[in-house]
C-alpha cells in the first residue's frame, strides 16, 4: 500500500535561513507526489507536483523539491525563509497509477522566527 | 474568477444530530472531493463527486453521505454525530476526473464542525 510520512511534525527557522522539510514515500507505482501549504485557517494551496518530468521541481514563492527514488524522498527546500512562510505544510502522493486517490501525510508546521 | 466556496464555516451541533455542508467549486470544475481533517488523523479522504456521480470513497462510516448537483455543486451530510466527527471539513475542485490527473486541487476554507 502507498503511504508518506512527514519526519518532522515541528520545524523551526530563523527568517533568512533555509528551510527544509522531509518527505518519504512508498509507492507500488511510478508516483506523482505534491506539496500542499496550509495557511491557519485557510484551505490549502498547491506549491509544487511532480508527475515523472524533472525530478527537481520548482514551485511558487521560491519552494523547490527534488524527487530521489533511491531514497523514496520528496523533501521540499527553500533558500532562504520569510516570515510569510509559516504555515502548515502537506506532502501527498497519489496511490494508484491513475492519480485517482491521494494519500496525505499527517503535515510539518512551520515556524519563522525573526 | 470566484474561489471554491464553502457554507456554513462555522457550526455547532450535538450529539445525535445531523449535518449538511455545502461546496460550490470553481466555475467550469466538475469534479469535487470531500475531505476531513482532524489534528490527530491529518486529511481523511471521504469521496469524490463527478458529473453527480460518487467516483470515489474513503474508509468513512455510511453516515457520511454526499450528492453532487448538476451545476457541480456538492453537498455532504454527516448523520447521527459523534464527539469524534468534530473536525474541519474541506472541499476541492479540479476540473476532471481523479483528484491527481489533472494535477492540481482547489481547495475552499472549510466547515468546521464541533459537536458537544
Known amino acids: 500500500a502507498q503511504s508518506v510520512t512527514q519526519l518532522d511534525s515541528h520545524v523551526s527557522v530563523s527568517e533568512g535561513t533555509p528551510v527544509l522539510l522531509r518527505c518519504n514515500y512508498s509507492s507500488s507505482y511510478s508516483p506523482s507526489l505534491f506539496w500542499y501549504v496550509q495557511h491557519p485557517n485557510k484551505g490549502l494551496q498547491l506549491l509544487l507536483k511532480y508527475t515523472s518530468a524533472a525530478t527537481l521541481v520548482k514551485g511558487i514563492n521560491g519552494f523547490e523539491a527534488e524527487f530521489k527514488k533511491s531514497e523514496t524522498s520528496f523533501h521540499l527546500t527553500k533558500p532562504s525563509a520569510h516570515m510569510s512562510d509559516a504555515a502548515e505544510y502537506f506532502c501527498?502522493?497519489?496511490?494508484?497509477?491513475?492519480?485517482?486517490?491521494?494519500?496525505w501525510g499527517l503535515g510539518t508546521s512551520l515556524a519563522v522566527n525573526p | 474568477k470566484a474561489g471554491v466556496t464553502q457554507t456554513p464555516r462555522y457550526l455547532i451541533k450535538t450529539r445525535g444530530q445531523q449535518v449538511t455542508l455545502s461546496c460550490s467549486p470553481i466555475?467550469?470544475?466538475?469534479?469535487v472531493s470531500w475531505y476531513q481533517q482532524t489534528p490527530g488523523q491529518g486529511l481523511q479522504f471521504l469521496f469524490e463527486?463527478?458529473?453527480?456521480?460518487?467516483?470515489n470513497k474513503g474508509n468513512f462510516p455510511g453516515r457520511f453521505s454526499g450528492r453532487q448537483f448538476s451545476n457541480s455543486r456538492s453537498e455532504m451530510n454527516v448523520s447521527t454525530l459523534e464527539l469524534g466527527d468534530s473536525a474541519l471539513y474541506l472541499c476541492?475542485?479540479?476540473?476532471?476526473?481523479?483528484?491527481?490527473?489533472?494535477?492540481?486541487?482547489?481547495f475552499g476554507e472549510g466547515s468546521r464542525l464541533t459537536v458537544l
Open positions: 463527486y463527478f458529473s453527480e456521480t460518487q467516483r
Open positions: 466555475s467550469g470544475h466538475r469534479s
Open positions: 476541492a475542485s479540479s476540473l476532471g476526473l481523479g483528484q491527481g490527473n489533472t494535477g492540481e486541487l482547489f
Open positions: 501527498v502522493v497519489s496511490e494508484d497509477g491513475n492519480n485517482r486517490k491521494l494519500i
